[in-house]
């Protein structure tokens, strides 16, 4: 059997043909059980209710030097796995979920021979590029947490590496550790070993059990409880917006923001990330009317020293919550990075107990939360670390500005309607914004966010831009709404789509909502039925519509009266209500 795909590099078709399946065996220093980390938690949450989630998986390249051999591969690889207990991990679902360690593990590295040739690094890129393809279409059940495969030449040679490795034994920070000391043993054989014992994920969560861990986490979900009830049902909502069912990412490489983000981020002492992310919060600011934007993130929570080279998913959703209203660039960016180190601070948490208290949240707002924009930093410095900047001329940089790309590709569909992945600072700014649906942030919309991201950036290397130098260089105008769209407990709300909410989740019901009544924002009139006859009721079925509408949120006030008027569009010509009352 074989597969073959044109790379479009070199010209040449990487042909793979399955050779062998190698059962490598690992042993460790201790085998146990014990409760899941809360980061274990985190990812046990989402994949309950979506175990085919593509990020179930992380697919990833392993580097490998040249001329190195399957053997090598394979004894690398079964250290790497004696040594990190997560990689002979198994769970234990249920009401409380643990983890089980192996002392003995084995798992399956496949061999597959490149056809034709001759074969050499420069063709590495392409032929990991499938062979990650090659191992994502394989179907093998019985490899929950490790997989691996390589590429070899006529002579045996590994040409490429890729792992996939489940999201409950590993994050993006725990890969970049695997990564390193992959690359490291490869190298010098004599390193092969696994080493003094380290801290593995059941000493996370022995600790995690403590006095002063549990009152962290516990301060932790009081901190997002409370930005939660700021947050924004959907940070980019625009008029017009009708599904259109194709998803897409835009990626925006720029060698001069890489350039200006250095000078600005050694100006303010601040991480990189946070001037790229100070950056797009003006711009979202500008195109949105928002003040103040509450979003997610991601924080790795790798502070702490004993966690620096853990290997385990330790990352978690926080909230961040970014005031632009009048500040210049400068003090912009402070303050983001501020904003983010409190974030981070609080971003180690209890997954089930925020899941609850979101629920809470979102019955007693009237709202359906989407994680949109969720701004995940995968630099290497992720939000820490003081750039000393080296020095450009604003030709210099202007002249960079000749190399901007923008390209595009198809997206697996994603529920986030919007979110920004930032890869690369060094050498040129890569940031990729990922759309969940054309229809409602059109392909126009998002290049013109990323291309205002590099004018900002750029206008900003040279000195600081106060607050209305920031809008001009911006080069934006704020979004056009029409007077059916009025702003509710932060959120934009489209009077329109709350009407076929209300039309949908209360039929037979004459229902009609209103911006503002007597000094109450978002009422909603209503005639009592035999299933509707209490705010509770009402408020109770308007929620369970609301999940897929964008630019809706439930009434804030329920008036509910015995008979609908001939006019039903005015809110005086209603008889005297029944009951009345918030439905919460």
Known sequence: MSTSIDTGQHRRRVRLTPVDAIQVSSEGSRAGEGPVTLGQLNILQWLRH?????????RVELPVLDGRSVDDVVETAAVLVARHESLRTTYVWGEHPRQVVAATSTFTLHVCALDGGPWGPRDRSAV???????LGERRDTAATTLRMAVATDEQGTVI???AGFSHLAVDFGAIEVLKREFTEMLAHPDRRQVGEPRHQPLDQAELEATPAERRRTRAANDYVRELARRQPRCLLALPGATRSGESLAVELSSPAAAMAVRQVAARTRSSRSSVVLAATCAVLARRTGYRELVFPSLSSNRFDRHLVDFVGPLAQGNLVAVEVGDRSFDALVKHTWTAVLEASKHARYDGVERGASDERI???RGVHFLYDPLFNSLVPESWSGVTAGLRHRPDEIIAALRRTALRWRPLPYDATPVRLNLHEVDGRVLLDLWCADTGLVPRAEVESLLLAVERLLVGAAVGD???????EVIGLDPVTRTSNWVLVDSCWVDLAEVQQLLDEALAPSTA???GSVDGRDLVAYLTAT???RTPEQAHARCLAALPGRLNAIAPRHYVLCPTAPA???DPAAWPPPLTTGTGR
Request: include cysteine; aromatic fraction near 8%.
């Open 50 to 58: 979506d175990a085919d989630h593509p990020n179930a998986v992380l």
């Open 160 to 162: 490429a590496c890729v």
């Open 567 to 569: 006019d039903a569009s």
């Open 128 to 134: 990991a590029g499938r062979l990650l393809v090659w």
């Open 362 to 364: 979102q019955y007693e």
């Open 512 to 514: 009609r909502v209103f």
């Open 465 to 471: 831009l106060d607050a209305s130098r920031t809008r």
């Open 530 to 532: 035999d299933a509707v």
